[in-house]
Nanobody
Framework: QILETGGGSVQSGGSLKLSCEFP????????MGWFRQTPRKQREWVAT???????IYDDSVKGRFTVSRDNDAAKIFLQMDNLEPEDTAIYYC?????????????????WGGGTQVTVSS
């Protein structure tokens, strides 16, 4: 199963680093990324890291979040700095991703349990 870890509760301005581990046969060297969901919104795309290591971010997190990957370990990561209360959500990882206009969606319709991030003001 896809396993997201690293969530927690922090104050505004704090940092967290999320990790995502994929089953060996599930990991792709293609575009992988992070999503998040709140009770009020559908799951939304946050960040993508391409096969070549290029990174793409939603405007809401650009400059604050950094996505990275370790292909040998079948993992991707999300360093989140200067967190804001609006970042509070359950965070999920998945891939391969495909571009959909200005955002990305996952080709797979199988998701892990996510990891909760709570940011207080």
């Amino acid at each position: 199963q896809i396993l997201e870890t690293g969530g927690g509760s922090v104050q505004s301005g704090g940092s967290l680093k999320l990790s995502c581990e994929f089953p060996r046969g599930f990991f792709s060297t293609y575009d992988m990324g992070w999503f998040r969901q709140t009770p009020r919104k559908q799951r939304e795309w946050v960040a993508t890291i391409t096969e070549s290591g290029d990174t793409i971010y939603d405007d809401s997190v650009k400059g604050r979040f950094t996505v990275s990957r370790d292909n040998d370990a079948a993992k991707i990561f999300l360093q989140m700095d200067n967190l804001e209360p609006e970042d509070t959500a359950i965070y999920y990882c998945n891939g391969p991703l495909q571009r959909s206009g200005s955002t990305f969606t996952s080709i797979r319709d199988y998701w892990g349990g996510g990891t909760q991030v709570t940011v207080s003001s």
